[in-house]
């Protein structure tokens, strides 16, 4: 960023050399008017003109400036969000005027197949783990009891090798007779245990791999869902959001929503050049008449191609210095941009300069006669042009016409102008919810839809009515399986009690507990089965409005978590206002007026919680604004109705005016009191003599009785009026 200095402290008495583009309330633009020296040659003859009743100007030291003016709107700096791949939009997780933190789920996408997914997968691995805890104990078990029967089998053994005799002994045939029995019975039972301990090592290896590949099939779902959603990585406020509802399939790249950064401020302008900004002799904002300075953002050669590609805004911004936090969000400010200045040069008013060819000319009253005076000229504001040769302070230069006044005055007082932005809006609810049937296990049949499409409804009231019959054949397979294993955890319990050493008494502690929590898995996958049975009753999570309903009628068949009743959240409720201008901008207040009771008209006031226009991409820029209003206004006039009819809340439009571009501090001058020429906006005052001249401002724009000024004047100056 290029910060800009502030050079010039003083308000300029100029005229500016670009129109001021746009203005509030069809404001007058003002800009510069090129010096003669602009236009095509003058071929005229360099003679006299007769005598008769001349008027003069006198040649004199000025300060003269070319400025370019761009009114623009305090915004927050914005970071706008969108998916990088394409996905279901299922709803928002925050809405305009709503603040975030790093981390939130500011978007979610649809992901109800890939939730189910998940939901089966995850299932799947719990049965896995209940089946393979179960095979496990079993093993154990026998583990424990190959090693008992391992063990029996080792002591006759042993004896036997301990009394062995030499082979040469007349007892070693005897011997052999009841060792090798022995030893058999032996080597069978290590072989029985080294099978089970086999048996245990390869189940739970196989376990591993299967449940290795699950955790992996399910940290990509996982990976597909975190896809779906968009997470904020700042802190800040919704200020944009685009108008989706669920199931709109959106397009990779495409940015859905918007943060505001509330602590930078920033100017948003039609487009300038890092050229122009570092050629300028000076840039500032002006807020209800005071200035502050700004700083240049340059904008990268790559993302101007981007947005030239896209057909998009190409914009400017400039941050907004303001340490004390005086400037509200939506203030309207005036970009100022001094192309270029010459301070106390001699300069006398551009329309007596006359041209022949390359030569300028202007006609001096020499105490005598008017003669024809060569001259070399520099810049020009448009009203006077710099002398850089030919004339001396206080020569008398020949005008053409003279200036004059029908003697009426005005003194210039400050005061406050500001635009009314009227339009109709209409109730949205960015925020909807489409309550499902939540019976997975069973037949779900259609008992009652007990709503209305549009009707407004109440936290906890009945929406839909759904009969759930129960599978009996899953219920009675769990049932039987959690008897099982009741039995053979009985028969460790009873076991347990008839055992009085350690090692065994600890392998059965494991395999009481395995079969512990077996039972109470298979005793939450039973309630599960037996959740929703016979008829359940589906209602309304908050207060709100139905926005849909599925075409069902009693008796129809339904899915596990089929959509039947979509409600939208009083809660979460905008006036949406048509506002492809951009005049609306973040904190500016308006009012809604709404037919209340008996009919008469009330009104509500709600605040723009949303940013467009050139703060925005065009993806974002959706052509409306949205005004937040409290809950219980939204119960209000969704009882009433609009003030202009009768209908669903999707057509009850209301009356919306706000008062935008407000500007307070300014110096106002009434409109009989300015002359404009062209873009040129003027004002003539009187010196001390009683001669009229032709003094340039710089033009803000007007309301319906004055014009005001962003520079060049101040209060307490007299005007003369026509």
């Avoid at 809405?95 to 997968?121: F, H, R, W």
């Avoid at 407000?662 to 010196?687: C, H, Q, R, S, Y």
């Amino acid at each position: 960023m290029k910060r800009v200095g502030s050079r010039y402290q003083k308000y300029i008495a100029v005229m500016m050399s670009v129109a001021l583009t746009a203005g509030l309330c069809g404001c007058a633009a003002a800009g510069s008017k090129a010096a003669t020296a602009s236009t095509e040659a003058e071929q005229i003859e360099l003679v006299e003109p007769v005598g008769g009743a001349a008027s003069y100007d006198v040649a004199q030291h000025r300060d003269i400036y070319q400025i370019r003016i761009l009114p623009s709107v305090c915004v927050p700096a914005v970071t706008e969000f969108g998916y990088t791949t394409e996905a279901p939009f299922d709803k928002y997780g925050k809405l305009p005027g709503e603040e975030v933190k790093p981390g939130d789920i500011i978007v979610y996408g649809n992901t109800k197949s890939l939730d189910e997914e998940k939901m089966d997968l995850t299932d799947t691995i719990n049965e896995k783990i209940r089946d393979y805890e179960d095979n496990i104990t079993d093993l154990q078990e026998d583990l424990y009891d190959a090693r008992m029967a391992e063990w029996e089998a080792y002591q006759p053994y042993e004896d036997c090798l301990e009394n062995k005799p030499e082979e040469w002994s007349e007892f070693f045939d005897m011997w052999a007779m009841i060792a090798k029995p022995a030893e058999g019975m032996y080597k069978s039972a290590v072989m029985a245990r080294e099978q089970v301990e086999q048996s245990l090592k390869e189940r739970k290896e196989l376990f591993e791999l299967e449940l290795e590949y699950d955790k992996g099939r399910l940290s990509r779902m996982d990976e597909k869902v975190s896809g779906s959603q968009i997470t904020a990585n700042k802190e800040g406020t919704i200020v944009a959001i685009n108008a989706y509802t669920s199931g709109d399939y959106i397009q990779k790249n495409t940015n859905v929503i918007a943060i505001g950064d509330m602590q930078s401020k920033v100017i948003h302008t039609e487009y300038v050049s890092k050229t122009t900004v570092n050629k300028a002799k000076d840039i500032y904002a002006v807020v209800d008449g005071k200035r502050y300075e700004v700083t240049y953002e340059v904008m990268e050669k790559e993302e101007y191609t981007s947005l030239k590609k896209l057909n998009d805004v190409v914009y400017s911004k400039f941050y907004l210095n303001d340490p004390d936090d005086e400037v509200p969000m939506g203030k309207f400010v005036s970009l100022i941009i001094v192309e270029d200045s010459r301070e106390n040069v001699l300069a006398i008013p551009s329309d007596v300069i006359r041209r022949n060819g390359a030569e300028y000319y202007c006609y001096v009253f020499d105490g005598t006669d008017n003669v024809v005076q060569t001259l070399s000229v520099g810049l020009s504001d448009g009203m006077y042009t710099e002398v850089i040769s030919g004339l001396s302070e206080g020569d008398k230069v020949l005008m053409e016409n003279e200036i004059t006044s029908k003697g009426k005055t005005a003194v210039l007082t400050t005061g406050s102008v500001s635009g009314e932005f009227s339009s109709y809006g209409m109730l949205y609810y960015p925020a909807t919810e489409w309550i499902s049937n939540p019976a997975k296990y069973g037949t779900s049949y259609i008992k009652e839809i007990c709503v209305e499409q549009f009707q407004q409804v109440e936290a906890g009231q009945e929406l839909a009515k759904i009969e759930v019959i129960s599978e009996d054949v899953s219920v009675s397979r769990l049932q039987r399986k959690i008897q099982r294993q009741q039995e053979r955890l009985n028969k460790l319990l009873e076991e347990k009690s008839k055992i009085y050493y350690d090692d065994k008494d600890r392998t059965l502690d494991r395999a009481i507990e395995a079969r512990q929590k077996n039972i109470e898995s298979l005793n939450k996958e039973l309630a599960k089965l037996t959740e929703y049975s016979g008829v359940i009753t589906l209602k309304a999570p908050y207060s709100g409005i139905v926005t849909m309903l599925m075409e069902r009628k009693e008796g129809d068949l339904i899915s596990y978590n089929e959509d039947l009743v979509q409600i939208a959240n009083q809660s979460q409720c905008y006036v949406i206002v048509d506002d492809k201008e951009s005049q609306l901008s973040y904190g500016n207040t308006a009012t809604i007026t709404y037919n209340g009771e008996g009919g008469m008209k009330q009104q509500i006031e709600g605040k723009v919680v949303s940013v467009y226009g050139t703060a925005l991409s065009k993806q974002l820029n959706g052509g409306f604004s949205l005004i937040r209003i409290a809950e219980e206004d939204v119960a209000t006039i969704t009882k009433y109705g609009s003030a202009l009819g009768n209908g669903g809340w999707s057509r009850s439009w209301f009356e919306i005016k706000a008062k935008i571009r407000e500007i307070n501090n300014v110096v106002l001058i009434p409109k009989g009191g300015v002359t404009m020429d062209g873009k040129n906006a003027f004002v003539k005052v009187k010196d001390e003599y009683g001669n009229i001249s032709y003094k340039p401002f710089i033009l803000g724009g007007s309301d319906q009785n004055n014009y005001w000024a962003v520079g060049g004047l101040s209060e307490g100056m007299e005007i003369c009026l026509d």
